[in-house]
């Protein structure tokens, strides 16, 4: 794959000014460019700068809103209702975590669930900020359906992923997972690339197992643990749709081809304050212990190192940032695009391999 | 199996009868009673009346206290450090999700959590309470290890169970899942059947995979998802271990061999009051639309009906009330043999099948 060697920075600023070029204010530019780039970092590319596309398109049709607003629907000292008057998710997402941090330090915990919001990007950038505010926090998102019910061929609840994270010594201890066993882009790249699938990623429509990449894409991907990740899915949708207010399931609207109707994608978010039940040294270090312990025990055969949830992704952000991202030639060249577009400088520069 | 078709109200008062016995209050008897009946009532015999003879060997022992306690570390407006004082797990659960309900009514949500515990039964127990309180309700607990780390061939953690309840028109929605693919006792009853097992149920002591139960047994059970299964596991270890200042992974204390030390094992209960939200009658519309739109999804071949999130538990649960448990007959000899070594009266009667 080509690829261009970019620097983060730069690249969150190019983010940044085509948002502004859009009149998104320029520090809620910032914030949504720093979520975009914050994947790329990770290896999250899926939720990285590769959705600035549809992200302006989306902005520009007038399906979402430009200028972040939120109404308070209702507010109590451990829960806020919170309406994202369908500004873009990264900002209401980044809003909502705010207030919820705030809100635990006062009361010992807090939850916010959140209507009227769009794609959020990458869960895991909520509940860093509540990791680093000293909170075991979590969050979690609803969207449009890819997982059958157990027992059917239908699908019905999304991919919805949970994430939770809380403070160490070093790096937040982070999990942030999607409830199925792989993404359905995993299933599409075999079938590109004439492979088999191993059982259990994938069904065909007619609810059999498959090992035909194709047959699984005209199908579902499958939830890990089969009725575990179902219900995982399920409850997340139970949260971030009804509960919130939101819409859930079937009728979330589609971000891909839906360009006359909001989403209606629902959050939550939830702190709980560690320093409430033990003093924040002691938890880190009794983290630091359990790590310890974890990084000691006996390897599989060809395993290099036990990791901690997270740990991967905090290496490749601290490599990237020092070396540079590798974004794929499509995207460097889309970016490019829509700079000529939308009449915004391109800044990006990055030799290519 | 030979079984004993026993009532339900019947085997509950004998349990209540044995506890009391060991001067536990008639109460607080008959809240654990309640509590292992429900699980053989579910369907859940592992978590029923086959623990008394353990859970009496422990109390009389007193290695568990028969007089349950507690001691509030710190109380915020929503949240408790709140110390079990090595109490039977089954009392200080309910009594701990009870105030979790009650100051989650009064700010919108409440978290706590629990340290010097024992094991406190099925996790669903506690969630249906908050669920029939008009909560969105969460729990968890650890417990000795018995899954490796993702790469490792050394159990660490417990397959500590969460479990989540939402009430609806009808019986809560109820997820209450282990994070392994199957439990141990699976792996141990295709050893005892002479059958192979599943590849990815279990893993050899060496870390290789398996399809042999009896290298299984001597290894560990497998993580649903891989490292998303050993990541929630580990999660709910630092929320009921780290964060509780209870005991965690290979630390916690085994309540079969040590009759010596106490367990220390640590819980977490969270709720958020759902009319604080929405309307709780919406809510149960909006809940009962989702359930209709789910039972009308097209059925894989083989499946006869789409089952929501614990209805095969409820419905278990409605028949046993009506028809009677079958209770095994080992378990119902040795409830006979307690009541012989304890001077409480059997009252159990039940037709052999």
Same mark, same amino acid.
């Given at each position: 794959m080509k690829t261009h060697n970019v620097n983060w920075e730069t690249l969150r600023s190019q983010a940044q000014q085509l948002l502004m070029s859009l009149d998104v204010n320029e520090q809620e530019a910032l914030t949504i460019a720093d979520n975009l780039v914050d994947a790329d970092l990770c290896g999250v590319e899926s939720h990285g700068v590769s959705r600035m596309a549809i992200y302006m398109k989306r902005i520009s049709s007038g399906v979402v809103e430009k200028k972040a607003r939120e109404i308070i629907r209702e507010e109590h000292p451990s829960s806020i209702a919170w309406d994202g008057c369908n500004s873009m998710g990264m900002i209401t997402g980044t809003n909502a975590m705010k207030r919820c941090i705030e809100k635990a330090k006062e009361t010992g915990c807090c939850f916010v669930a959140v209507n009227h919001s769009n794609h959020y990007g990458m869960a895991s950038y909520y509940v860093k900020m509540g990791a680093d505010a000293g909170m075991v926090s979590f969050s979690g998102t609803n969207a449009p359906p890819n997982i059958a019910p157990w027992g059917s061929s239908k699908a019905y609840v999304g991919t919805n992923p949970l994430a939770i994270a809380v403070p160490t010594h070093g790096e937040p201890m982070l999990l942030d997972m999607a409830p199925s066993v792989v993404a359905?882009? *995993? !299933?599409?790249? =075999? =079938? +590109?690339?004439? *492979?088999?699938? #191993?059982?259990?990623? =994938?069904?065909? =429509?007619?609810? *059999?197992?498959?090992?035909? #990449? *194709?047959?699984?894409? +005209?199908?579902? !991907?499958? #939830?890990i643990g089969g009725p575990k990740g179902y219900g995982l899915s399920l409850f997340m949708d139970v949260l971030c749709g009804i509960l919130s207010d939101a819409e859930y399931g079937p009728h979330l609207n589609n971000m891909w081809h839906d360009f006359e109707n909001p989403q209606n994608v629902g959050h939550v978010f939830c702190c709980i304050d560690i320093s409430k039940f033990i003093d924040i040294g002691t938890f880190k270090d009794r983290m630091m212990q359990m790590v310890q312990e974890l990084k000691a025990l006996p390897k599989n055969p060809g395993v290099s190192e036990i990791f901690i949830p997270g740990e991967i992704e905090q290496r490749r952000r601290m490599e990237r940032k020092k070396n540079g991202i590798e974004l794929a030639d499509v995207v460097f060249n889309e970016l490019k695009s829509l700079c000529e577009q939308y009449g915004t400088q391109f800044i990006l520069e990055g030799e290519m391999k």
């Open positions: 359905m882009g *995993k !299933v599409i790249l =075999a =079938a +590109k690339l004439g *492979k088999t699938i #191993p059982e259990g990623w =994938a069904q065909t =429509a007619d609810g *059999k197992p498959t090992t035909d #990449p *194709k047959e699984g894409m +005209k199908g579902t !991907v499958l #939830p």
